[in-house]
């Protein structure tokens, strides 16, 4: 079913796993699960993004299994090519880049500013602070 899907999101002369096959052995159901793997490094997912064979067969991370499918599918809507057939709101979206450009006088006045991000010395003080060493001064009322 995996080979197909990934077989189904590609132009009929460009299919990713030319040959599914439907054997009951192990050997060869692993081997197709490696195929779809690597199907899915080619159409633009990350190796971070799939599971290993083992996590299916074995059906021992079935939630690395959910996470690929989930960015496969966030990756073919992505890509906007017209082989999705489906509800788009069920995957998440990768961020689009979104390049910036600014001028060399927009950078010299960014140079100058501190962000909040940094902090800020205002209102600070060592007012009220007791010297390196001294215990700390309890005021009993």
Same mark, same amino acid.
């Given at each position: ?33 490696? #195929?779809? $793997?690597? =199907? ?8 971070? /993004?799939? *599971?290993q064979t083992? +996590? ?10 959910? #996470?690929? $499918?989930? =960015? ?8 906007? /090519?017209? *082989?999705?057939?489906? +509800?788009p709101s ?20 960014g140079q ?30």
């Open positions: 079913i995996l080979c197909h899907l990934a077989n189904s999101l590609s132009p009929s002369d460009r299919r990713p796993i030319k040959k599914i096959q439907t054997s009951e052995r192990a050997f060869t159901q692993m081997e197709q699960i490696s #195929q779809f $793997l690597k =199907a899915l490094t080619d159409y633009g997912l990350t190796t971070t /993004d799939l *599971f083992v +996590d299916l067969w074995e059906a021992k991370n079935l939630p690395a299994v959910q #996470q690929t $499918l989930m =960015a496969f599918g966030g990756k073919s809507i992505a890509k906007d /090519d017209g *082989f999705f057939r489906g +509800d069920w995957f998440p979206r990768k961020a689009a880049q979104n390049p910036r450009s600014f001028t060399d006088e927009q950078m010299r006045q100058s500013i501190i962000g909040l991000q940094m902090g800020t010395n205002q209102g600070a003080s060592q007012a009220g602070m007791t010297p390196a060493g001294l215990s700390r001064q309890i005021k009993r009322n």
